[in-house]
Every structure is written in C-alpha cells, then in structure tokens.
Nanobody, 123 residues
C-alpha cells in the first residue's frame, strides 16, 4: 500500500506562485508514474500533469507553460511548481500514483490518491 501526502496549498493572488509537494511511502516510488489532478467546485476532477519514472512529462493545455512537475526519487517526493496562477486554477489538488509505470491521463488508471490540498487564487 502506498500513502500519498500533499502539502503546500494555500491562498495566493492572481499572478503569484505556489509549490505543491507530495510525499510518498513505499520502496517502489522510483518506478511509479506520478501525477496531479484537480477538482474545482461543481466540476469534474481533471488531469493536470504527469511524470514518468524516466521523468517524461505531460501537461494539460490549460497549465502548459505555467506549471512544472518534477520528482526527487531520493526523497520519494513529487512536486508541482505553479506560476502565473489564475483564479480558474482554484481547486483541490490531488497527488496520484500509478504502479505500472505507464503515462496515463485518465483518473481511472491511477492506483493511489492523496487526500488533496486546497489552492485558492484570488483576483
């Protein structure tokens, strides 16, 4: 069983930055695909970014060029650096892990989920 614990959420003004962290338990972290999803009030949970065990990355079009996903396998941690934040980025952000090492963007494909961290961007 893998546990994912997110941190780093908060409130920021539009144009500001935040860095989310996700600490994972377990020895197999370096082989997992890691990602971030988000869910805004009244909306479906949506894909944000993914990073493979080889550090290949993909982003949703809505965050491309503003967000950066990275991982530190020595620390069992994945990060999401969010710059130029917009009010529409307001959501609960979830860290996810996929055991098979596949690069996937569907929430159904992920095996483990964190509890989420709130990000609020004011205008």
């Amino acid at each position: 069983q893998v546990q994912l614990v997110e941190s780093g959420g908060g409130m920021v003004q539009a144009g500001g930055s935040l860095r989310l962290s996700c600490a994972a338990s377990g020895r197999a972290f370096s082989s997992y695909t890691m990602g971030w999803f988000r869910q805004a009030p009244g909306k479906e949970r949506e894909f944000v970014a993914v990073i493979s065990w080889r550090a290949t990355t993909y982003y949703a079009d809505s965050v491309k060029g503003r967000f950066t996903i990275s991982r530190d396998n020595a620390k069992n941690t994945v990060y999401l650096q969010m710059n130029s934040l917009k009010p529409e980025d307001t959501a609960v952000y979830y860290c996810v892990a996929e055991r098979g090492g596949l690069i996937v963007k569907l929430k159904e494909e992920y095996d483990y989920w964190g509890q989420g961290t709130q990000v609020t961007v004011s205008s």
